[in-house]
């Protein structure tokens, strides 16, 4: 199992003009994750632009990141900004590599929820 496995990665944008994050994708390993497959909150919409919009602050968007990698059982959260983006793409060589080099230079996070279920799970079987 590589580093890049079981990690919710969630590239995202800070909007001046609107004052708000806006998720630009998400993705794992596997596969990339549709919006319209995503439980949304009360404020959260899919823009015309197709980014998800809604997060008042980083604090936001990181919790609902966490939420999201608990339901599609991912032990990390890599959130890419867009300077993170940009210097993985101009820097990698690879395809291979891209995984790799956002865990390297994108903002991870272990989940705790999946951390504690992961824990508790080893002593009930």
Avoid: W
Avoid at 20 to 45: C, H, N, Q, W
């Amino acid at each position: 199992m590589g580093a890049s496995d079981k990690v919710l990665y969630v590239s995202f944008v800070y909007s001046e003009e609107h004052s708000l994050f806006f998720i630009r994708s998400i993705f794992t390993a596997k596969s990339s994750i549709d919006f319209s497959e995503v439980e949304l909150g009360p404020r959260m919409e899919i823009t015309s632009d197709g980014y998800l919009s809604g997060f008042f602050d980083e604090e936001e968007l990181t919790k609902f990141a966490y939420d999201l990698s608990d339901r599609l059982k991912q032990d990390r959260v890599c959130l890419i900004s867009p300077d993170c983006f940009n210097k993985v793409l101009e820097t990698t060589k690879k395809i291979g590599g891209l995984l790799e080099s956002f865990i390297e230079h994108g903002n991870v996070l272990e989940n705790p929820e999946r951390a504690k279920k992961g824990f508790l799970s080893s002593f009930i079987r």
